[in-house]
């Protein structure tokens, strides 16, 4: 069976740095690359078109979509299927539970369910950091993301990682023993 990690967490917790150190450790560990719609920062997405989209959910190939940011983030079932291949672990980055929800029920595969968390005033020095042109979105999705968790207490997470107080590594360590532990 496939198996596939589900980061979830407010903007600037470490997905990316975290998916990185996985890669790392183990070179199974493959960041899923989702499909966008839209404008902005292009690094790390599938540049796709409306009608593409359009296609994909008449085809019901598209596991979840959200609408943030003034774009459209899509996690699809093609995506999927060409990242798990030949035992690679693909490591998806998603904002809200219902997302993790519909990836984990969506797409057949063991799924580990991580939450990240760090406290606001962290995102919001992080997205300053790096950069980001729009910190103060980010700390809106931050606040959506803080009322996301407390709306869901029987999420189920497999493990939790405060990203403040944890290098990058040694989150990827603790998430790598939980799926090696696991078989």
Known sequence: MERGILLYGPPASGKDTITSALADLDRRYVPFTR??????????????????????????????????????????????REVTSGGRVPVVHLGQIAGVRAVADGFAARWWRVLLWCPRAITGQ??????????????????????????????GWDLVVHTGGVSPRAAAERIHAVITAAG
Do not use: C
Request: no cysteine; proline share 3%; charged share 35%.
């Open 35 to 80: 499909l966008k719609v839209g404008t902005g920062r292009t690094h790390g997405y599938r540049m796709a078109s409306r009608e593409h989209l359009r296609q994909l959910e008449e085809r019901d190939e598209v596991v979840y979509r959200n609408d943030r940011y003034g774009n459209i983030y899509v996690v699809d079932r093609p995506g999927l």
């Open 126 to 155: 992080r997205s300053f950091g790096r950069g980001d042109g729009d910190t103060a979105a980010r700390l809106a999705a931050w606040d959506a993301t803080e009322r996301d968790v407390a709306d869901n207490p029987g999420i």
